[in-house]
């Protein structure tokens, strides 16, 4: 069946591809025939390329961000290794952090401290699911010690208490008393990760 019988059955069922679709072609020959074949491919759907967002990259040397991950080469530092993974962004990282500092911003120290450390653990649960994969370790202990250390700054400012509040507020309080979870305990109890 040609490209546009497909299109022309396409239209006449009322099938819609979504509006921004994300693609990664992965290929061990030649990227210059695939990315050509790919673009035909888009042309006869009658689909745009955005030329900004297109480019070749030659994994394991570089390294590409696609749905929030990074994928690329990585060394642990157990084994030196090298081997191809995929790690949370630091793009996705940013955000994470952005959005705990709007959680725990100055204008909502009014707000009672179990409703911020249920919107904070929230976010944490829902970002902890979808960055499950890959060396997650660094950015898990970014996101974990900007949010210990926003949550005693909005206590402080909420109780009206000088410092650091590390005394008053101790990570005991903030996680046991309080219920702020840890994301790398939720890691934890994932089916795959005692596999």
Known sequence: ??????????????VRFPRA?????????N??????AMRQLMCRLRLTINEEKTHYCRVPRQHFDFLGYTFGRYYPPYSGRAYLSARPSKKSVRRQIESIREKTAKQRTLLPAEQIVTELNDGLRGWANYFALGPVEDAYRAIESCVTRRLRRWLCIKHEVRGSGCYRFTDQYLHN???????????????WANA
């Open 31 to 36: 990227a210059f025939e695939a990315m050509k």
């Open 21 to 29: 679709t994300r693609l990664v072609i992965c290929c061990s020959g």
């Open 1 to 14: 069946m040609s490209g546009d019988a497909q299109v022309r059955i396409c239209e006449r069922l009322g």
């Open 177 to 191: 008393t309080l219920g702020l979870v840890r994301i790398r305990d939720l890691v934890h109890h994932l089916p």
